[in-house]
């Protein structure tokens, strides 16, 4: 009788916490998990209840806390083992209550965090178990005493919990039915998660750009985050690849992050290249224009064929580099990159990451033309300058269309120059939304041009047939070389961080 009492009140627990999962529907929809609270800008005490209620004011998805066992078996919230110095293992919660925090807090217990997490219904607890280095048993007893904490104050709807400890991940996977579990270390496969029961991976950011593991977590349903992310290049990448949650030490720029997101206005990723191997570009990806032939503006380089001196990728940039040397009939060397034909768009936003080479008779470009020319040769079909820099006329770029209508050569082409700041020491983002009836030219979110679809003729919108991109630096040239060329500058890198390239 009493074996079937404790039955009926285990399938009462394992109830009342399903139940409690489907009664909250009110969890911000947002991916931003604040690291041990929302603490920086402030400068409230990591992993305290202040860190924690700002988390919950400026409506995060989720915030991040790290719980430790005291020796006298007191479940405390920190990140370290030892709070203000004193190593929490081998202290008792006494012990530790004999110094604050910078804000006047003593060190929370769990207890003390739930209940305060409990008071509202908007941002989910993200519960760190921390492996405790004393063996397998320590850990779980360490997980099965927060488990047991989490069933007391019935607060599991609140409750999803992270480790970098596999068996503590699985042990609360075995023993709370229902419970959300994701892995921090980062060297476990999606497949075996899956296989294994977690909801999803909870890794390092370079993890997932180095195994490319997002598509096929998603493809198995898995939940992707990405810890601790704060700066906005990474914050973009994964934002641009779609991952559900970012743990950050900076929730406040990933909100406005997120709001200047392409995603965010309608856009879907279709294509990039994030440029993180190692040596070549990606011959999959990239093909090269090669020669000396001018280029049709009497250009002073030697574009080379997968030559590591004038294109070579490192430390998560394309270098595409002009030096000063022969070869066959010129005196420069650089390299003129285009995307394969299976990459190219009719329409999109197209952004690319770049720092430009500095220096007299430099001609950097983003830029794109036709895949087949179907209107006739240039300028017919047309061609979309995206970026386009001389360097006689320094910390000025241009974004610039040409058509049969509206060309250089003609002197009626459609730009628009705009002064920089530290083109040559910071990344920009250079991009163009491209739409049936117009295009729009952006740096770094602010747009700066807009071209209208005349709707007249092909002579002055060419524009709705495939293009592709193409990344270079020219050397001289008819407008490059206006000012000739200073010698002094070369070696001369445009380095590219990222190409990126959205549909609707």
């Known amino acids: 009788m009493k074996q079937l009492s404790i039955a009926v009140l285990l399938i009462l627990m394992i109830s009342n916490s399903v139940l409690a999962q489907k009664t909250i529907t009110s969890w911000n929809k947002n991916q931003v998990i604040a690291h041990r609270g929302a603490w920086k800008k402030n400068n409230l005490p990591e992993n305290s209840i202040a860190s924690l209620k700002e988390a919950f004011r400026i409506k995060c998805f989720g915030s991040e806390f790290d719980i430790h066992m005291t020796l006298d ?64 048993e320590r850990d779980e007893f360490l997980a099965e005493s927060a488990l047991q904490m989490v069933r007391k104050l019935k607060v599991e709807a609140w409750v999803d919990y992270i480790s970098f400890g596999y068996d503590i991940c699985t042990y609360i996977i075995g023993h709370m039915p229902n419970a959300k579990v994701s892995y921090l270390a980062g060297e476990v496969p999606p497949e075996k998660l899956k296989a294994d029961g977690f909801v999803g991976s909870d890794y390092h950011y370079s993890v997932f750009q180095k195994n490319n593991w997002i598509a096929p977590s998603k493809k198995l349903g898995l939940t992707v985050n990405a810890w601790t992310v704060n700066t906005a290049p990474e914050m973009e990448w994964l934002l641009a690849n779609e991952v559900e949650y970012i743990t950050t030490n900076e929730p406040e720029l990933l909100f406005e992050t997120i709001k200047k997101s392409p995603i965010a ?41 997968a030559d590591t001196l004038n294109a070579n990728i490192n430390k998560g940039s394309l270098n595409i580099i002009a ?35 500095k220096g007299r008779g430099l001609w950097p470009a983003i830029w794109m033309l036709p895949t087949d020319w179907k209107y006739g040769a240039w300028p ?93 630096v020219a050397v ?23 190409v990126r390239v959205f549909q609707k």
């Not at 190692?278 to 032939?293: E, H, I, Q, R, S």
């Not at 040239?477 to 990222?498: C, H, L, Q, R």
């Open 476 to 498: 001289g040239g008819n407008w490059g070389g206006t000012k000739g060329i200073d010698e002094s500058v070369f070696p001369a890198t445009m380095k590219i961080d990222y």
């Open 265 to 305: 206005n309608g856009w879907k990723l279709k294509w990039a290249d994030e440029f993180n191997a190692k040596g070549l570009p990606d011959a999959n990806n990239w093909t090269y224009d090669v020669g000396g032939t001018g280029w049709g503006n009497n250009e002073k380089q030697y574009y080379t064929n």
């Open 73 to 136: 078996s007191v479940m405390v919230v920190n990140h370290d083992p030892t709070f203000l110095g004193i190593p929490i293992s081998k202290s008792t919660y006494k012990q530790l209550l004999a110094k604050k925090l910078s804000n006047g807090e003593s060190i929370p217990t769990l207890e003390s965090y739930l209940k305060e997490g409990m008071k509202q219904k908007k941002t989910k607890l993200i519960l760190e178990l921390k492996p405790q280095n004393m063996g397998k």
């Open 323 to 357: 030096r000063k040397a022969d070869k066959e009939n010129k005196n420069y060397t650089s390299a003129r990159l285009a995307t394969r034909k299976k990459f190219d768009w009719k329409y999109g936003r197209v952004e690319v990451r770049a720092m430009l080479p």
């Open 380 to 472: 017919k079909s047309g061609e979309i300058d995206i970026m386009e820099h001389v360097g006689y006329d320094a910390d000025t770029v241009h974004g610039t269309v040409h058509t049969e209508a509206f060309n250089h050569v003609k002197g009626t082409q459609v730009g628009k120059a705009l002064k920089m700041e530290n083109p040559y020491t910071e990344y920009h983002v250079y991009a163009i939304e491209w739409f049936e009836d117009h295009i729009d030219f952006f740096i770094d979110g602010q747009s700066y041009l807009t071209f209208k679809n005349s709707r007249k003729n092909i002579a002055e919108w060419p524009f709705d047939q495939p293009f592709h991109l193409l990344l270079n």
